[in-house]
Nanobody, 115 residues
Framework: QVHLVESGGGLVQAGGSLRLSCKAS????????IAWYRQPQGQQRNLVAR???????NYSDAVKGRFTVSRDNIRRTGYLQMNSLKPEDTAAYYC?????????WGRGTQVTVSP
């Protein structure tokens, strides 16, 4: 069974930084992409950043230049470094991967950015 567990969310002032972690189990982590999505309250869930198994990355325009996605295949953990945070970054952040065409999600971690 694949499990993804996020951590690292919290309350931070605008301009601050946070690093989210996503610990994976139940799959050969290095062979699968790791992605971060976010969902503001009452809104849809959207892709923030993604790192493929080959190390390729892509970011949403809203976070490009401020957020960095990375992974440690030995620790089976994905990361999202978030700098220069803005109030509009406030959302629940979810870790995601795909294995054999099936989507797997973590339970999310809340990030709140105060003005």
């Amino acid at each position: 069974q694949v499990h993804l567990v996020e951590s690292g969310g919290g309350l931070v002032q605008a301009g601050g930084s946070l690093r989210l972690s996503c610990k994976a189990s139940g799959l050969n982590f290095r062979l699968h992409p790791i992605a971060w999505y976010r969902q503001p309250q009452g809104q849809q869930r959207n892709l923030v950043a993604r790192m493929g198994a080959d190390g390729s990355v892509n970011y949403s325009d809203a976070v490009k230049g401020r957020f960095t996605v990375s992974r440690d295949n030995i620790r089976r953990t994905g990361y999202l470094q978030m700098n220069s945070l803005k109030p509009e970054d406030t959302a629940a952040y979810y870790c995601h991967t795909i294995r054999q065409g099936q989507d797997f999600w973590g339970r999310g971690t809340q990030v709140t950015v105060s003005p």
